[in-house]
């Protein structure tokens, strides 16, 4: 049965809301089209209606996650206010919330081997979203040039990356408080 346009769209929409989640959760390898296509009540044969491939869809994926950072990270930076952003972006990304749920937390922690492994398209959607959130970091405090957005940002990701992988609790407790206090964000 053939869809409309506007249908089309948001299928395709679904599909990468949801192949994010996924490969954010567990990464590229750690997930098939069929399960994206299920958890989106779409057939297989449907993706590649939408998509050239997968790769193609971890790109698009990627991307889309990186887009939705950024604008979070820029409410944050204007709530916060001038002077305070940079500490608010790094509480915001610092947190057990962020920790926690790797299906809704950012992408440059989980699919960063990734991008790194698979290159092509992958990396340069991470590359991009990269250089975005950086800017909006620097761009949120006059004290920050780009060396310091850049340390900031490898930071905060390490800080996170190794978070999540000690499997213990009080020890990624005291990372993310660590690199919260070397980067002066109020506890």
Known sequence: MKVSRDQ?????????DAASRLFRARGVDGVGIGEVMRECG???GGFYNQFGS?????AEA?????ANSATRWRTVAAE?????A????????????NRDAPETGCALIALGPDAARRGGDLAGA????????TTILQQSGPELDRQDALARMAQMVGAMVLARGVADPALSDEILAAVRHRLDVPA
């Open 8 to 16: 089309a769209a948001r299928n395709r929409e679904k599909v990468v």
């Open 42 to 44: 779409l057939t297989h």
């Open 54 to 58: 997968k790769d193609a869809l971890v």
């Open 62 to 66: 990627c991307a889309a996650s990186l």
């Open 80 to 84: 916060a206010g001038e002077g305070d």
């Open 86 to 97: 940079p500490a608010a972006i790094a509480a915001n990304y610092l947190s057990a919330r």
């Open 126 to 133: 991470f590359r991009q979203g990269f250089e975005e959130l």
